[in-house]
């Protein structure tokens, strides 16, 4: 088609009318959305400036919190430490008594055992009461060394633990 515009353009059919008009209602809806979109960001702006700030105060909270936690575990481990020492200068006496218990418990048997080896050819009597002298010693012995023992392990644990600290 040639662009000769010194005539009047041929008259528009109803068909191609119509067309325009949508065409034109179309735009004009385009139009009313473009119309909406200043509002739409201006709510996203918002709704974008709340969920930063609940963003920064989330932060701030857990900044907080960590803290918070931080410091309960610095002064649960000052505690436990502090419990750990003084439960260590409380066992470290009783642990010392209890050995020197002990060595003075070895050197009574041996004294005894001497002892039964001159009494044995004494008689029944003196063996009975050697036996039951015998088995009192014994008795505090083996508590003493149960006692010693479990003193050992409960240090070892203590220590054990005061280590993973």
Do not use: C
Request: net charge negative.
């Amino acid at each position: 088609m040639p662009n000769d515009y010194s005539s009047d353009p041929p008259v528009a059919t109803a068909g191609q009318l119509l067309a325009i008009s949508d065409k034109i209602n179309d735009i004009s809806k385009n139009m009313d959305k473009l119309a909406e979109m200043p509002q739409k960001l201006d709510r996203m702006n918002m709704q974008l400036e709340q969920l930063n700030k609940e963003h920064q105060q989330t932060r701030n909270d857990l900044t907080q919190t960590r803290d918070n936690l931080q410091e309960d575990l610095d002064r649960a481990k000052s505690n436990f430490k502090s419990e750990i020492k003084q439960l260590r200068n409380e066992v470290d006496p009783k642990f010392k008594e209890v050995d020197s218990q002990i060595r003075v418990l070895h050197e009574s048997k041996t004294k005894i055992d001497s002892i039964t080896n001159l009494v044995r050819f004494g008689g029944i009597f003196l063996a009975g009461l050697f036996v039951v002298a015998w088995n009192t010693q014994t008795s505090k012995t083996d508590t003493v060394n149960t006692q010693a023992t479990t003193n050992a392990q409960s240090i070892q644990v203590l220590e054990k633990q005061s280590d993973q600290l």
